[in-house]
């Protein structure tokens, strides 16, 4: 186990100096009295940020000072209706753009043991099933993500390339494939990893193990279309 001293050595020489990951998976967010404030918080930051102004261009533009500007894109302030139609006017967007966050519902997807959806994939061969395990368009993420159980039972003289958006990630269950991106060739057995550039070429090059069975989890950016 590493100790935080060694920790915060890796980090110090990570690329530019970044944490390699900065986002907490434990994270939690403020105590639920507080979750109007944030995402009223947020959405101001977000619709700033998007205009390309500094906190100071907003508060010329508003007559909000600076230190209220800051209190409330940091959720620590609930600011007046008065407020909020000032930064409406100088942002460019409705009222209630400001409440999405506090109020658009969080879904969830549960799928039951064989009960994902089966598609046939473009390039999809016979004996090769995709089942689709679960989808939520319009998440507050910005991002698709779309997991699949993939099986294939049965050899087959030509394997499917896919080339499409976003990145994937593979995870092998049973079985053994040799699968290409790009130009590489990888022998996955059960417990190993893959995480690529989908906009590569990829797909099973060789089934040395049947059946063979692996997860593949894609995601790509909500407002665009895959490929």
Excluded: C, W
């Amino acid at each position: 186990m590493k100790t935080k001293g060694e920790a915060a050595e890796k980090q110090e020489h990570a690329p530019g100096g970044r944490a390699p990951f900065s986002q907490d998976p434990h994270a939690v967010r403020e105590p639920k009295e507080n979750n109007l404030e944030m995402a009223i918080g947020h959405e101001v930051r977000a619709y700033r940020k998007k205009l390309g102004i500094t906190v100071t261009d907003l508060a010329a533009a508003t007559g909000i000072s600076l230190g209220m500007l800051s209190k409330i894109e940091n959720g620590n302030i609930s600011p007046s209706l008065t407020t909020l139609q000032s930064l409406s006017r100088a942002l460019g967007v409705p009222l209630t753009a400001f409440f999405r966050r506090f109020e658009e519902a969080r879904n969830a997807v549960f799928v039951k043991a064989g009960q994902g959806v089966e598609l046939e994939r473009r390039g999809t061969r016979a004996g090769h099933q995709y089942n689709l395990l679960g989808h939520i368009d319009n998440n507050t993420s910005g991002v698709i993500v779309e997991p699949y159980l993939i099986t294939l039972t049965a050899d087959s003289d030509i394997f499917p390339t896919f080339q499409h958006e976003g990145m994937e990630f593979l995870y092998m269950l049973e079985g053994e494939v040799i699968y290409r991106h790009g130009d590489q060739l990888f022998q996955m057995q059960p417990g190993d990893s893959l995480f690529f550039d989908a906009d590569a070429p990829h797909g099973p090059e060789q089934l040395m193990k049947l059946p063979s069975k692996y997860l593949s989890i894609i995601s790509y950016p909500q407002q665009s279309s895959k490929g």
